[in-house]
């Protein structure tokens, strides 16, 4: 079955500071990967995502490339804010379409 | 806004009793939702596939007569712990496809934290 590596946590960072968060799988074909986030007291949602290989999934200043060669799917901001304060959660889609989820990265952003 | 909505958000109970926990889609029809599971510093663990007008599809290692879902109508699933141990306190999480394909696209509930006492 599919599995998930990513980076452990707790991340803290200063404002401004760059981000990476790393995330690597293991799955059968190609599988479309996610990056999902859950701020404090609120449900997980969805942050990007990437369907096939090369591909570079962007939003809020995040960004994650499909790297099939590698199997991994590294979360980066360039710039992170306070209100980035999230766990964090990689996960590849199955071929029986379930979302495999990392155990999640938590990060927290300080001014 | 929310577009799952879970209720309790957070709920004690006593050793022995059951706890219903109700995971309803708002403003869209639902016919597949997900139940998770979630430890402390642990990822989300599916727990079981709830399917409107048919059984629920459980991963391995869940009991089903113990975490009894029900999925009535095209918004709403329940899952219901019966006779709740400590073992079983957890935060419980469901969640809905965005769309029927089911792309990976999921809306996720709040979540239910369930303390047993």
């Known amino acids: 079955g599919n599995s998930v590596t990513q980076m452990e946590g707790p991340v803290t960072l200063s404002e401004e500071a760059f981000l990476t968060i790393n995330c690597t799988y293991t799955?059968?074909?190609?599988?479309?990967l996610f990056w999902y986030v859950q701020y404090p007291g609120e449900g997980l949602q969805l942050l990007l995502k990437?369907?096939?290989?090369?591909d570079k999934g962007s939003n809020k200043g995040f960004e994650a490339t499909y790297r099939k060669e590698t199997t991994s799917f590294h979360l980066e901001k360039g710039s992170v804010q306070v209100s980035d304060s999230a766990v964090y959660f990689c996960?590849?889609?199955?071929?029986?379409?379930?979302?495999?989820f990392g155990k999640g990265t938590k990060l927290s952003v300080i001014p | 806004g929310a577009v799952v909505s879970q209720h309790p958000s957070w709920v004690i109970c006593k050793s022995g009793t059951s706890v219903k926990i109700e995971c309803r889609s708002l403003?869209?029809?639902?016919?597949?939702m997900f139940w998770y599971r979630q430890f402390p510093k642990q990822s989300l663990m599916l727990m079981a596939t709830?399917?409107?007008?048919?059984?629920?599809?459980?991963e391995q290692g869940v009991e089903k007569d113990k975490f009894l879902i029900n999925h009535a109508s095209l918004t709403l699933s329940t899952l219901t712990v019966t006779s709740a141990h400590p073992e079983d306190s957890s935060f419980y999480i469901c969640?809905?496809?965005?769309?029927?394909?089911?792309?990976?696209?999921?809306?996720f509930g709040e979540g239910s934290r369930l303390t047993v006492l």
């Open positions: 969640s809905a496809p965005k769309d029927r394909a089911n792309t990976g696209e999921l809306f």
């Open positions: 799955a059968t074909g190609y599988p479309s």
């Open positions: 990437a369907t096939k290989a090369d």
């Open positions: 996960a590849p889609l199955a071929g029986s379409y379930q979302l495999t």
């Open positions: 403003d869209f029809q639902a016919t597949t």
């Open positions: 709830s399917n409107e007008g048919s059984k629920a599809t459980y």
